[in-house]
């Protein structure tokens, strides 16, 4: 089977007529400091001097890379020339684009800014600055594009490699929460565990979905930080505690994120509280209206709508966010989002629901005086709709410990 990286060069290749581009553009330099969110799709390892990595309509990869650096992109295969440089990129790249494009009088060539998604934002301001200055005077001044909807694109359409790995994740994700549930007992910090999930995470040589001091998020209880907080050591797992875990790993390049919780119960209680039983009930309710008008075509707002309509059904309040974001190589990949038709996320929730996509499903509401009830599905959209591909909690377990 080819790399991810050829299947995703040559996914790109599909999507350059539908993406309304000639040559798509990826320019990067010091790719060990931080880098085009796109550039593991293209290629495994780093760049160091100013690089060009393009794709062209008919087919053609074609690099520009550092004298260096190139030996590693010749030996991998993925790319059909690869050009190296000493002195300046510019002679080598303006070659580059005048092969590419000798039959485009007028080349759009797509270059990765986006107003409205970070993962198709991967060009810096000062990298822009060179290709334009790179672009004067030659026949491709003035045709540099956005690439947004190519990079989206090529983001959301996982592989069938992509989905089977993201499950791979998943699968170490679920023996992640049943490792967490015979830890977690009364008395223990939420900052006790999230160094034990780190500790099984460093053991299994994966990566974290987002940044480890955050990673895991751990809740217990009414005076827990919601949201992207920090476990504290000053806040203990108690009776009557709703207690709380949303957790990413990294495996084999591809990222989970799942949330699950626990009623942590006194010693005399068999069951959860009729409270808890609701709002867990809620929850799961609202998850499965968004899961059902989830299918291709749908807008990302109107998906969110139902499950947010479903919520507040209930009586309980709207979530301050959107139901669900797209999962990849990133816990949050960008593209398309399940949410509302806010400022703040720009023009990403009127875009439509695709096949291949694979999405989260998530909310919660707070359980007055007992904590944050919040859980979270990952979904693959196909042709008719959605499939689980988390295995989903029926009702709300209890927590031991006693």
Request: hydrophobic share 40%.
């Amino acid at each position: 089977m080819p790399s991810i990286t050829r299947q995703k060069l040559d996914q790109a290749v599909s999507l350059m007529t539908e993406s309304g581009i000639d040559v798509w553009l990826t320019f990067v330099r010091e790719t060990s400091a931080g880098s085009d969110p796109v550039l593991p799709l293209l290629l495994e390892g780093s760049l160091t001097w100013q690089s060009a990595l393009l794709v062209s309509r008919d087919g053609r990869k074609v690099a520009v890379v550092g004298n260096y650096d190139a030996p590693a992109l010749e030996s991998s295969g993925d790319w059909d020339e690869v050009f190296s440089y000493v002195n300046d990129i510019r002679e080598a790249l303006v070659r580059a684009l005048d092969s590419l494009c000798d039959s485009v009088a007028q080349p759009r060539i797509g270059v990765n800014f986006s107003p409205d998604d970070d993962k198709a934002d991967g060009l810096t301001h000062g990298m822009y600055l060179l290709l334009q200055r790179y672009a004067q005077d030659t026949r491709f001044e003035g045709c540099f594009v956005s690439a947004a909807p190519l990079v989206r694109a090529l983001r959301a359409r996982k592989t069938e490699e992509e989905v089977e790995r993201i499950q791979t994740a998943i699968s170490h994700t679920d023996s992640l929460f049943s490792q967490i549930a015979r830890f977690a007992t009364v008395g223990k910090s939420e900052a006790e565990v999230q160094r034990f999930v780190h500790s099984l995470i460093d053991e299994g040589g994966w990566g974290f979905g987002w940044e480890r001091a955050g990673n895991p998020i751990v809740n217990s209880g009414p005076d827990s930080m919601v949201g992207h907080g920090i476990p504290s050591d000053a806040i203990f797992m108690s009776p009557g505690h709703v207690f709380h875990v949303d957790l990413g790993v990294v495996v084999e390049g591809y990222s989970s994120d799942i949330q699950r919780c626990w009623y942590v119960p006194a010693e005399s209680e068999t069951a959860a509280p009729e409270d808890v039983i609701r709002a867990y009930g809620a929850v799961t309710a609202a998850i499965e209206a968004g899961f059902r008008a989830l299918r291709p075509g749908a807008l990302g707002w109107e998906v969110d709508a139902a499950a947010r309509e479903a919520i507040q059904s209930q009586g309980y309040p709207e979530y301050l966010h959107a139901l669900g974001h797209q999962v990849g190589r990133l816990a949050h990949d960008g593209g398309a989002i399940l949410g509302p038709r806010w400022e703040r996320y720009g023009d990403t929730p009127f875009l439509p629901v695709e096949p291949g996509h694979v999405y989260t499903l998530e909310l919660g509401v707070d359980v007055e005086g007992r904590g944050y009830l919040g859980l979270e599905e990952m979904v693959v959209v196909g042709e008719s709709g959605a499939k689980w591909l988390t295995h989903r909690w029926p009702q709300i377990p209890l927590l031991g410990g006693w």
